[in-house]
């Protein structure tokens, strides 16, 4: 496409069928203690 | 729905849905801003006539442009439905796994920072000490229910924890020991101001914390003005030393200097500099969370500068980047491509379900900060949660339970936002602390912007 550039994104739709292992870091215990933003966890499924 | 910015000079269009990000020219831009309230004919129209003396741009241009536009709109990766309403509130209601825990191993500190939202650790009850005893049965009780969830988290917290540092490490040494047979990997955060830092503690740490939380505001005048010991004096030159010995030690193992920032030092960013000057590479810096008639509450005059502290730190990050010397901002970290699932977006922190504290006394509550909050004492650790309404009430906590959130465009990179914020600010864990959203989405646009320059910069 000459003017849209798509970024390399993980499908949060496709994600409904693999995701919800639950391994991930829980978000606001890593370093702010004070907010919550999901954005910024690591999926750690293996299986995904 | 979609959501579209211009910032760094990139024109950045995110498809909420479905996660996807597009990086476009002004001209496919505006025909996405118009898209799905104009006919083609409209769109083409009004596009030569805003941009029809370019070279780059006639009527069969737009139309490749609009074709363009409607296969992502097949992909679903434009204007995709939200379908995850259902699915929060059945993933929640019935996820009965607890994951995590915030041990509040000593409920005093050393420190007696005036914006402390725990009240200088005491959490507006008495001092306090966690046993052995109890911070072993937490660590039974994490196991009891983390079902077969393997990753189980546990932070060390206060008050400051290194006041009762043998009982964390007693704590560790427990948890080690029934791990392997348990089949469950904890990981271990500690969260200190950094006063008892000594050797012993940086390799201990080192040893058996997955994280540690060093609390430092950056500049000294900025630090001191607040985190100050009881006679008064600043702890800005007793720390740094330890905290640089302490971060140079980590050697690759997470760290994160963590800093907040107050009405007083609006211009955050050269704190989060100072830190990079003193040899920190991993950085958080939170707005503080306090009454709004504390003299340190962040007021409304403050956001737009707020706003601006964030444009310039991402366009600062980036040049650190290009010129190999990267620096970490907490809130900007974001992984496109192997981020949070639908699952983790729309059931949030896990406050109340699946993340707890513990007081020294071994009573639970949905997270940190509501401990001392009576009515929010949800059950203790021999017995489990027995305020089960407290419990239902933070399953129930989820983005979809907002009725603000409907139409943010941020509501799956945020999940909602912090439910102690919210029920500081509103009263009720449902509500919207308005101005962390403000905060928030900036923050999200910039660091989407990075990951779009980095991409495009191939840095």
């Known amino acids: 496409m000459k003017r849209i550039k798509t970024m390399e994104t993980r499908d949060l739709n496709k994600s409904a069928l693999n995701g919800g292992c639950g391994e991930c870091q829980t978000s606001c215990q890593s370093a702010c203690k004070t907010s919550c933003g999901v954005a910024n966890q690591k999926c750690e499924n293996a299986a995904k | ?459």
């Open chain 2, 1 to 459: 729905m979609v959501h579209q910015y211009k910032l760094n000079g990139y024109n950045i269009v995110i498809d909420t849905a479905s996660g996807s990000v597009h990086s476009v020219d002004e001209v496919a831009y505006d025909i996405i801003e118009m898209y799905e309230q104009h006919s083609r004919e409209e769109i083409v129209r009004e596009m030569m006539a805003r941009y029809g003396h370019r070279e780059d741009v006639n009527e069969a241009e737009i139309e490749e442009c609009l074709d363009d536009v409607a296969q992502l709109k097949e992909e679903g990766k434009l204007f995709s439905k939200d379908t995850y309403e259902g699915m929060a509130f059945d993933f929640k209601r019935t996820n009965t796994v607890i994951k995590a825990l915030c041990l509040h191993v000593a409920h005093t500190c050393n420190l007696n920072c005036e914006y402390c939202f725990a009240s200088q650790g005491k959490y507006h009850g008495e001092r306090a000490i966690m046993t052995f005893e109890v911070g072993k049965r937490a660590i039974d009780f994490l196991v009891e229910h983390s079902g077969s969830r393997r990753n189980l988290e546990v932070d060390f917290f206060g008050g400051e924890p290194l006041m009762n540092w043998q009982v964390c490490k007693d704590i560790v040494a427990y948890a080690r020991s029934i791990e392997k047979e348990k089949n469950k990997n904890f990981r271990f955060t500690l969260t200190t101001n950094g006063m008892l830092v000594d050797d012993e503690v940086i390799e201990f740490a080192n040893r058996e914390m997955h994280n540690v939380v060093l609390s430092l505001d950056g500049r000294k005048e900025v630090h001191d003005r607040l985190r100050r010991d009881y006679a008064g004096k600043g702890s800005y030159d007793v720390i740094v030393p330890k905290f640089q010995k302490f971060a140079e030690a980590r050697g690759g193992k997470d760290y994160y200097m963590r800093g907040t920032f107050t009405h007083n030092n609006v211009d955050f960013t050269n704190d989060i500099f100072h830190m990079a000057d003193l040899g920190f590479t991993e950085l958080s810096m939170e707005p503080v969370v306090c009454d709004p008639s504390d003299p340190s509450a962040l007021t409304e005059a403050d956001l737009p500068k707020l706003f601006e502290q964030y444009e310039i730190l991402a366009k600062d990050m980036l040049r650190r980047k290009r010129e190999g010397k990267p620096i970490t901002f907490y809130h900007y970290m974001i992984d496109l491509r192997n981020g949070p699932c639908i699952y983790k977006r729309i059931s949030g922190c896990g406050s109340g379900t699946e993340y707890m504290a513990v007081t020294p006394w071994g009573e639970l509550y949905p997270c940190h900060q509501f401990v001392g909050d009576e009515k929010y004492s949800m059950g203790n650790i021999w017995d489990g949660v027995t305020n089960e309404a407290v419990r239902d009430q933070f399953k129930n906590c989820n983005v979809y339970a907002r009725p603000e959130c409907k139409d943010c465009w941020a509501k799956l990179y945020c999940s909602g936002g912090c439910a102690a914020n919210a029920y500081h600010a509103t009263g009720s864990i449902n509500g919207v602390y308005e101005y962390g959203c403000e905060l928030f989405k900036k923050r999200m646009e910039c660091a989407v912007m990075i990951q779009v320059a980095e991409e495009e910069e191939g840095i």
